[in-house]
Structures are given as structure tokens and as C-alpha cells.
């Protein structure tokens, strides 16, 4: 759902009423019907009500951002990239936790590199197949004292239209760039995570989304783009401007590309948050390959 969408969307009374009333559990209060607790326990409702309704504009403020509505791995000289010596190369394969340790996060050239803080000892790495692609590649990696190691790897989406170092509002793609991760969050309950997590039915798309997207905000992890890092996945404020763009998560997969955000399967959602842990200072490094690789 693009900016001028959601305007347009909460134009309408009774949208409002429709979000109040599922925050209410059915919310008698709120078309002035005296429920059987009597005025006070109305009035209670109401502004418990209005609050979480609150709560839901904010969240869908957010979703605008997120709506379902090639590189050779090599720098400079190049194999420094790879494994230590005597270790294979890792690189965004399909599958589980390998013990291949790294110098360097595959197919990531210098520019982006030397945006990862050195702090930093968890990686997601999004690798977009091409720059107009919207299919990707997400991949887990952890650092030791040997290197980085590849813990997991899932097929994902990002922006429809692909990818962009320049992003706006309702264009489609998903920013190039290295960004923290700090705030996690859904419709679900935690599953375990280490990572801060909102659980609020205010993440819930709106329901005149596909079918196919009504999932997608189950779990989330917060994209620290035009955002507040340590607030919650639903904080709407964009501190470089509504037209940069924001709510860029890691959300469920619904099978194609998103507005921006990077989407993967379940069970991925569910193994990133069990993963990433902030005494570890997690970011994620996204793009398309041309772009990572530079």
C-alpha cells in the first residue's frame, strides 16, 4: 500500500470504526449501544478501544511500506573473498548450516563491506538475483574466531520491481545498503526471540489485501531504513521524510515480490529470530548481486 493509498484509505469513517471495533472484541460501545456491563463498562471499552485503535493506525502507517498489494564475489584482487586458505568458498547455495569459515561474507565487495560495523558478528545477507529481479536469496551468517560461518539459507522476495540506492516511497523496489537489526515484532506471538518483539494485532494487513498476503506480517524483524532503531516494528517516524520511503521488514513470504521489504518462508521468519541476537550487533547486507559486489 503506497503513501497516498493509505490517505485515502482512512478517509473512511468506517474504516476507523472497523479497526476500533476488532480492537474492542466486537465493540458494542462504539455505535453507542449500552452493552450489558452498563454506561461505564461502555465507556471503559470505548477508550480501551480507541487507544488500541491507535495503536492499528500507526501500524497500518507502517505497512505502506511493506505492502503484498551479479556479482563474481571477488575484490579487488579478488580471493581474499573466499575461505581461508586450504577451506572452500561459502557463497548464497541453498541449505543448512555449513562449517566453512570465511574471511570476508561472499560475494559482498568493498563498498558495502566497509559499511558492516566491526562490531557486527551476525550477518543477513539478501543477495537479489538481478537489479530489476524480485527474487533473492537470504542467507545466515555467524562469526567466530575462525571467520564467518553460513548457518542457514532460504529463498526469498524483495521489491517487485528490484532494487534501488535511491529509494522513495511506492517505487517498488527495495533499498541497497547495509542496515542494523534491532526490533522484531508480529502478529503472532514470540517464537523465541532475542531480538526486542512487539506482539500486536496492529501488524494484521489490511484486509482488502490479497489473500495470499494476509500472513505476511506473522513475524517480522524491523529493517533499521528511515527508521527509529529501538522502537517497536509499528513506530511510523521516518526521520529522513515520508518520501524516503519506510516500514522495510523482513516479513513471510507470500510467493512474489513486496513493496520493499525482503520476505522469506516461515520457517526461515522463525529461524532468524531465534538466531539473531543483539549482544551479536545483527545487520543485514541487501541487494542485487551487481550492487553487493561493487
Known amino acids: 500500500m503506497d503513501w497516498a493509498d493509505f490517505k485515502r484509505f482512512f478517509r473512511c469513517d468506517h474504516v476507523i470504526r472497523t479497526i476500533v471495533r476488532r480492537s474492542a472484541g466486537g465493540g458494542r460501545a462504539l455505535n453507542g449501544?449500552?452493552?450489558?456491563?452498563?454506561?461505564?463498562?461502555?465507556?471503559?471499552?470505548?477508550?480501551?478501544?480507541?487507544?488500541?485503535?491507535?495503536?492499528?493506525?500507526?501500524?497500518?502507517?507502517?505497512?505502506?511500506?511493506?505492502?503484498?498489494?551479479?556479482?563474481?564475489?571477488?575484490?579487488?584482487?579478488?580471493k581474499d573473498d573466499g575461505a581461508a586458505k586450504g577451506e572452500r568458498p561459502g557463497g548464497p547455495a541453498r541449505g543448512g548450516s555449513s562449517t566453512t569459515y570465511l574471511r570476508h561474507i561472499p560475494e559482498v565487495g568493498p563498498a558495502l563491506r566497509s559499511r558492516i560495523p566491526a562490531a557486527s558478528r551476525q550477518v543477513v545477507a539478501v543477495y537479489g538475483a538481478g537489479v530489476n529481479s524480485a527474487d533473492a536469496t537470504v542467507v545466515l551468517y555467524d562469526k567466530g574466531a575462525k571467520g564467518w560461518d553460513r548457518k542457514g539459507s532460504w529463498d526469498a522476495h524483495n521489491g517487485r520491481r528490484g532494487w534501488t540506492v535511491n529509494h522513495h516511497e511506492g517505487d517498488k523496489r527495495s533499498p541497497v545498503g547495509v542496515f542494523t537489526l534491532t526490533d522484531a515484532g508480529g502478529v503472532l506471538p514470540d517464537p523465541g526471540a532475542?531480538?526486542?518483539?512487539?506482539?500486536?494485532?496492529?501488524?494484521?494487513?489490511?484486509?482488502?489485501?490479497?489473500?495470499?498476503?494476509?500472513?505476511?506480517?506473522?513475524?517480522?524483524?524491523?529493517?533499521?531504513?528511515?527508521?527509529?532503531?529501538?522502537?517497536?516494528?509499528?513506530?511510523?517516524?521516518?526521520?529522513?521524510?515520508?518520501?524516503?520511503?519506510?516500514?522495510?521488514?523482513?516479513?513471510?513470504?507470500?510467493?512474489?515480490?513486496?513493496?520493499?521489504?525482503?520476505?522469506?518462508?516461515?520457517?526461515?521468519?522463525?529461524?532468524?529470530?531465534?538466531?539473531?541476537?543483539?549482544?551479536?550487533?545483527?545487520?543485514?547486507?541487501?541487494?542485487?548481486?551487481a550492487h553487493l559486489a561493487a
Do not use: E
Open 194 to 289: 532475542k531480538l526486542p518483539y512487539t506482539h500486536s494485532s496492529a501488524f494484521t494487513p489490511p484486509s482488502y489485501w490479497a489473500k495470499s498476503t494476509r500472513h505476511d506480517f506473522d513475524h517480522v524483524v524491523a529493517i533499521n531504513y528511515n527508521r527509529v532503531k529501538g522502537t517497536s516494528p509499528l513506530d511510523p517516524t521516518r526521520p529522513q521524510g515520508q518520501s524516503k520511503g519506510g516500514g522495510v521488514w523482513l516479513h513471510l513470504d507470500h510467493g512474489s515480490g513486496t513493496s520493499a521489504c525482503v520476505s522469506v518462508s516461515k520457517s526461515g521468519m522463525r529461524a532468524l529470530l531465534r538466531a539473531l541476537d543483539p549482544a551479536r550487533h545483527p545487520v543485514v547486507v541487501m541487494g542485487d548481486k
Open 33 to 78: 449501544r449500552q452493552d450489558r456491563g452498563g454506561t461505564m463498562g461502555v465507556m471503559r471499552t470505548a477508550g480501551s478501544a480507541r487507544r488500541t485503535a491507535a495503536v492499528a493506525v500507526a501500524g497500518l502507517v507502517l505497512l505502506a511500506g511493506c505492502g503484498g498489494g551479479a556479482g563474481d564475489g571477488r575484490d579487488g584482487g579478488g
